[in-house]
């Protein structure tokens, strides 16, 4: 089983639309988890960190579910702008410096 | 704005010959570290430095080396290109230790090795 898994997609979904990622990781003892995006060809920047208790920027909201051990990503009315790839990071092993990164989850916004 | 600089955005090297990738930040982050990323395999990584002349290996270090002798600067280093290191290396650096912290990527520096 992969440390950090994610559906790669692509997802088309329609301008306005809402949309769901899912990534699941492998290691229970995790503790730090993060959204990042990548548009083609550029490097990867932090969309946002995901807190245990769910947390909200504008648009997108994070979920933290530790029991079934995922994190999801909701993006709500679609931009053209939103589409990218979506990197679910996971800090693994706890106490390390090392990150792991799912291989990304790609989105298209189709006008 | 963090800067993260990678100071080759495309190269392309021979089998054999030794390749110097350098990375500077300008935000006196300790910690610091090379990927490569290949389609279907995303990021892995190949080293990180949390200080000065401190070095730990990552997932893949086979047929890499590093450098870290400044604060700002982290250096990767192939010391024989082989066509299997053709990827796009990304360089990022971080302040808080321990895996908390936002990483702050350079652009890139795409290698190909003929």
């Known amino acids: 089983r992969k440390e950090v898994e994610q559906d790669p997609g692509p997802f088309n979904v329609p301008e306005g639309a809402t949309v769901a990622f899912n990534c699941t990781y492998s290691?229970?003892?995790?503790?730090?988890f993060f959204w990042y995006r990548q548009d083609c060809r550029k490097e990867p920047k932090l969309l946002m960190s995901?807190?245990?208790s769910g947390n909200e920027d504008g648009r997108f909201t994070a979920q933290l579910n530790r029991a079934s051990q995922y994190i999801s990503l909701l993006i709500r009315d679609s931009k053209l702008s939103d589409s990218a790839t979506y990197l679910c990071?996971?800090?693994?092993?706890?106490?390390?410096?090392?990150?792991?990164f799912g291989t990304g989850t790609r989105l298209k916004v189709l006008a | 704005d963090v800067k993260v600089t990678q100071s080759s955005r495309y190269l392309v090297k021979r089998t054999g010959e030794k390749v110097f990738l350098e990375c500077v930040q300008d935000?006196?982050?300790?910690?610091m570290f090379w990927y490569r990323q290949d389609p279907g395999l995303g990021l892995r990584l190949i080293y990180f430095?949390?200080?000065?002349?401190?070095?730990e290996k990552g997932d893949i270090p086979e047929g890499y080396s590093v450098s870290r002798e400044k604060k700002e600067r982290f250096s990767l280093i192939l010391e024989s290109a082989s066509t299997n290191q053709t990827s796009m290396y990304l360089c990022?650096?971080?302040?808080?230790?321990?895996?908390?912290?936002?990483?702050?990527f350079g652009e890139g520096s795409r290698l190909t090795v003929l």
């Open positions: 990071v996971v800090n693994a092993p706890p106490g390390t410096y090392k990150y792991i």
């Open positions: 990022a650096s971080s302040l808080i230790g321990e895996g908390t912290g936002e990483l702050f």
């Open positions: 995901v807190y245990s």
């Open positions: 290691n229970s003892a995790s503790q730090s």
């Open positions: 935000m006196d982050h300790e910690n």
């Open positions: 430095s949390y200080d000065v002349k401190m070095k």
